[in-house]
């Protein structure tokens, strides 16, 4: 089903009613709001989407009777007097989608209308489940509407109404006003009037409604009746409410001018990453009101042309920076962030502990399952990371061959197009290109290997290899009856392209070391994919033969060296692995290593570690690394850190996100994906592996691989990747993929996609989260693209 929108309309203020707990009177609240709008000769609208108990109570009804002809509505009527989920277990239970998504049209169509204000009214409290058991709070947040909410003015209503506005806080709402009846004993109204003041809420309170009489009859209805028609006329006319009326209204209003002219003003304040500002309008930048799940809520020119909304729903297709694990505005993250913040704030960590570091250095370790890895290393993000790791890396090289760095130029081993960030240190790990060829301080030290690329070309998997490779190393492209067959190493390690990647590989390291006198400190290695370099997907043979090589001939790089006697000791040369954007489920399993079979000394991760909430790395290494900075002097410690070291909301919360993982990865959360790539692709013999799989469907990578305009694709965990043909040969600044970028931008009548393109690679990802709904509506969205 299509996602739906948040719900922001020009013409229509459009607020939630929600009560601080059940009984304070939501109800009639709204019937006041509703009657001093009509009372104005506008008009009002009430919408209660899901109602429980008898007809004639039902706060519709109600509204019916005693709200001046408000306009009303109800979408799913149970007849049992309980708790929504409850009550729903006699009859068909609406699907959370279904219920947001009648909200929304219902909205939409009074929008389009001459309603003025429309109130959409909760059941119960601020955590009371709906039909399908889920806090009302997570329910209805995808429409993010602005709160009224109506405290508790009865015993305990202090702490309840203040409760329920923390929650709502928590989870991204805006409460714009407070509603309660005031009491002379308990005086609640007054307590709370000065706490919300303090955060700019206005509050107030009503006169309490005339009570129920004790006895029903003819009699007493009729009076009851006549009592309530009396309290909404008086009530409905007090100038505290004519004027909180006019305040929704205007922060409406308010709010709609911020977010148009919100791209304006970042053109003039923001110095945008990785864009070159030359030519740049403001119409360019995309204005984010919200985001939630897998989608942001933008702000702009192209929204759909079925609904006069503001917002409209666009798909996260670069997953955050590849950061977005747990879908935006998670609230368990969130509750989890909150927590630590109120337990530490932030606390300096050199020379101390506290617990989340310590439980996350545990989790994280049997997480990756490394036997190798006994210590972690805290930073804030991959590129300081990755600094750390080279450090790591060359400092164990020197040592164990005795070189002094300050006098030799100690280099790296890696392969072309890798990329492993922004900071000063790891850019001169890569080879020259776009993002470093015009930093001043660049001198790139190293030898990056060309290598043979793995993609779906006309509906078959293969391995191609580069023209310039292919004499080097005496062997032309190969196919591949699935992508699991590509990942069997077990078979492949055997076979003759296996020598031929060995050869290649070793007699270059010893030309590299002999004839040019180089000296190599770290193999690093972006298992499976390179991203940055243009989603790059390497044989991971080939990535394989190049870490046996390394570590089975020492020799190559010092040559009195031989291979350690305890197998957890590096040999050769350390090898780093830079599983930023690869690690920790992004390709399907904990560790992108386990495709290769390899385990290396040292490791670094990013990115998925804290879901996507909250910058935090971790550098983990092997023992044997860790030893080598241990010395009686202070200048031998690894004099690397950050003010925000292992930050405690950052760790708390990365427990949580790795908890959360290893459980989908336990109970089966992904079982309907694999099963997809275990089954029989249509030109394979045999089934894939369960263990090799992707969010993205078989049969959408095989339709892509055979549209005109497409060159390859490939698909793997929640990556998606899809090169454009380009007469020019491509690169990242060729701009071949702009044309499907700007379709997906455009999107259907229900939502767009927001996508990253590297020159002639559009890229998409899922959070591992990603509904297959969802997926398989962004799929007919790029089948109607591309076919």
Known sequence: MPPVGAGLWRSLPAHQVYGANTNVGKTIVSTVLCNAIQNQRKKAAFLKPVSTGALDDADDRHLSRFGAGTLTKCLYQFDEPVSPHLAAKQKMIPRDDDLL???????????????????????????????????????????????????????????????????????????????????????????????????????????????????????????????????????????????????????????????????????????????QHQGMKSKDITVIDSAHDDYFQTFGSSQSKKSNAELRPTFDGSASWWTQGLGHGNPDLSLSAAYAAGRYGHVMFAGAVHEPALSLADRLLKTIGNPRFTKVFYTDNGSTGMEVAVKMGLRAACDRYGWDASQEKISILGLKGSYHGDTIGVMDCSEPSTFNQKVEWYRGRGHWFDFPLVKMVNGTWKVEVPAELKAELGSEDAQFESLGSVFDLEKRLSSEAAERYKTYIHSTIKDLVERHGMKFGALILEPVILGAGGMLFCDPLFQRCLTDVVRDHPELFSPNASSPKSAPSWSGLPVIFDEVFTGLYRLGRPSSASFLDVHPDIAVNAKLLTGGLIPLCTTVASQEIFDTFSSPEKSDALLHGHSYTAHAVGCTVAVDSLRTMDDMDKNGSWDGFKADWDSKSANSTSSGSSDVWSVWSQSLLQDLSRAEAVESVFGIGTVLSVSLRDAQGGGYTSTAAKGLQQKLAAGGDQFNVHSRVLGNVLYLMSSVTSKPESLQELEKLLRSALI
């Open 101 to 275: 998504a009648s909200i929304h049209q219902t909205l939409s169509d009074w929008a389009r209308s001459d309603i003025d204000l429309a109130l959409v009214e909760t059941a119960g409290g601020v955590h009371s489940p709906g039909p399908n058991g889920n806090s009302q709070a997570d329910l209805y947040r995808p429409l993010r509407l602005p709160i009224v909410l109506v405290a508790d003015s009865r015993l305990g209503g202090i702490s309840s109404s203040i409760s329920a506005y923390e929650s709502l806080v928590l989870r991204g709402y805006d409460i714009q006003s407070v509603l309660l009846f005031r009491d002379d004993y308990y005086q609640n109204h007054e307590y709370l009037a000065d706490y919300f003041n303090k955060k700019s809420i206005p509050l107030v309170s009503l006169s309490a409604p005339p009570p129920r009489p004790a006895v029903e009859n003819v009699d007493t209805q009729a009076k009851d009746e006549e009592a309530m028609y009396s309290y909404y006329r008086q009530v409905s006319a007090e100038s505290d409410i004519l004027r909180l009326l006019e305040e929704l209204n205007t922060k409406n209003q308010s709010r709609i001018a911020r977010l148009e002219e919100m791209a304006d003003r970042a053109q003039d304040l923001i110095w945008y990453p990785f864009t």
